[in-house]
């Protein structure tokens, strides 16, 4: 059986870009994840519990783009 996963928010160390996703299920995409920074290109990302304005939006523009 599917967990969805609570929404979560990259961090990354060198430049402070920030990206939050909230997956529909356990089994994760290519929109899901980051590797590296969108901005700086670093590999240096950090992985925390998304804050409630954060988790609201990302829940909201998960539901449009699918």
């Known amino acids: 059986m599917p967990i969805r996963p609570q929404p979560f928010t990259f961090v990354c160390q060198a430049c402070h870009w920030k990206k939050t996703v909230a997956p529909l299920s356990d089994a994760l995409g290519p929109l899901d ?26 829940q909201w523009f998960t539901r449009l783009r699918r």
């Open 33 to 58: 994840w980051c590797e590296r920074c969108e901005r700086c290109g670093s590999d240096v990302l950090t992985r925390q519990i998304a804050g409630v304005v954060d988790r609201t939006l990302a």
